[in-house]
């Protein structure tokens, strides 16, 4: 049932454009397997294990990344994404939130599978960020490749709803 046919109109402020999730996740998905592909020096794996086990990884983890990004937007926006990208503010918020989010989870998922599980290591290459006791390439991952999907994505859009 359409929003017009239980009555229901929806205002400019309240929609969010599907081309701007299609040119976030054009940003998104690339970047992160770059990155994974980039990064894995850092864990043991790149010493440790066979090439099939460390691209199965670094595709595994780019789509761990896709669910996190994924995640973390669709919460910014249910929080505070009314009229997402098209109202500056709007803009803004959801961007932090969806780095928050997207970090709060990799701040977790490092602390879990590195000193519960075990499931993987730093090697020695991977600086330490000391009060997280996290390694620095995944929380930089968590800041950079969405700051730069967020800018791709409301490029097109970044003239609407400036007040």
Same mark, same amino acid.
């Given at each position: 049932?359409?929003?017009?046919?239980? &009555?229901?109109?929806?205002? *400019? +402020?309240? $929609?969010? /454009?599907? @081309?701007? #999730?299609?040119?976030? %996740?054009?940003?998104?998905?690339?970047?992160?397997?770059?990155?994974?592909?980039?990064?894995?020096?850092?864990?043991?794996?790149?010493?440790?294990?066979?090439?099939?086990?460390?691209?199965?990884?670094?595709?595994?983890?780019?789509?761990?990344?896709?669910?996190?990004?994924?995640?973390?937007?669709?919460?910014?926006?249910?929080?505070?994404?009314? &009229?997402?990208?098209?109202? *500056? +503010?709007? $803009?803004? /918020?959801? @961007?932090? #939130?969806?780095?928050? %989010?997207?970090?709060?989870?990799?701040?977790?998922?490092?602390?879990?599978?590195?000193?519960?599980?075990?499931?993987?290591?730093?090697?020695?290459?991977?600086?330490?960020?000391?009060?997280?006791?996290?390694?620095?390439?995944?929380?930089?991952?968590?800041?950079?490749?969405?700051?730069?999907?967020?800018?791709?994505?409301?490029?097109?859009?970044? &003239?609407?709803?400036?007040?």
């Amino acid at each position: 049932m359409s929003n017009a046919e239980i &009555g229901v109109m929806q205002s *400019a +402020p309240d $929609r969010i /454009s599907l @081309t701007a #999730l299609r040119r976030y %996740f054009s940003v998104i998905i690339p970047a992160n397997l770059i990155w994974e592909f980039a990064h894995m020096p850092l864990y043991t794996i790149w010493n440790e294990g066979t090439w099939g086990e460390i691209v199965f990884a670094a595709v595994h983890c780019t789509g761990g990344d896709i669910l996190i990004a994924m995640s973390a937007l669709m919460l910014a926006l249910m929080l505070t994404g009314r &009229g997402w990208p098209f109202v *500056a +503010p709007t $803009r803004r /918020s959801v @961007t932090v #939130l969806t780095i928050l %989010f997207g970090l709060g989870y990799t701040l977790f998922s490092e602390w879990l599978n590195i000193v519960i599980r075990a499931a993987w290591a730093y090697s020695d290459l991977m600086p330490i960020i000391p009060v997280l006791d996290a390694g620095l390439s995944p929380v930089l991952q968590w800041i950079v490749i969405p700051l730069i999907a967020f800018w791709w994505a409301s490029r097109p859009f970044s &003239g609407h709803g400036n007040a």
